[in-house]
């Protein structure tokens, strides 16, 4: 018997919030787990809850890639362009990892390509920050979907080469 249901059973809180993931339905998420995200939704589990490294749940699936999982979410009712976490936007996110059919599925369910802000500023700018084959193709298609870098760093705000708006964090920190 999986453990997950009785800890549901016995009153276990599926909202409860803290640490790096922040909530049950981000680690889920994240992990691609459809069986416990669906779990997880129909014990009340809160799509909009946000904190953490990667903001939202939706995020948080976006980044790695987890194309059911996102419609899961919304089709919860997820906010496609919730704007909070490292990557700001799940758009934003798929775009840094590089996945061609999330940011392609992203578009088609009417994420705004042109949000700014974030550690990469858009999911333009995102995408052109690795050099990644798949990356280039992901650009493209922003750029196919209207997407425009009209971003210009403050003065003295550049960080090695490029504008950064969570300086303290290191790329090395991005594979989590």
Partial sequence: MSYKQPLLNA?????????????????????????????????????ELVGGRLGTALQAAAYRGMESVLELLLDASADINQTCGVYWTALQAAAFRGHEAVVKFLLERNAEVSIEGGKYHNALRAARVEVRRRVKIVEKILLDNGAIDTFVPPENEIVDGGYDCFPYLSDEEDEF
Avoid: F, M, P, W
């Avoid at 276990?12 to 803290?18: K, P, Q, R, S």
């Avoid at 909530?23 to 809160?46: D, P």
């Fill in 11 to 47: 009153g276990a809180d599926v909202n409860h919030e803290g640490g790096v993931y922040h909530t049950a339905l981000q680690i889920a998420s994240r992990t691609g787990n459809l069986a416990l995200v669906t779990l997880l939704l129909r014990a009340g589990a809160k799509v």
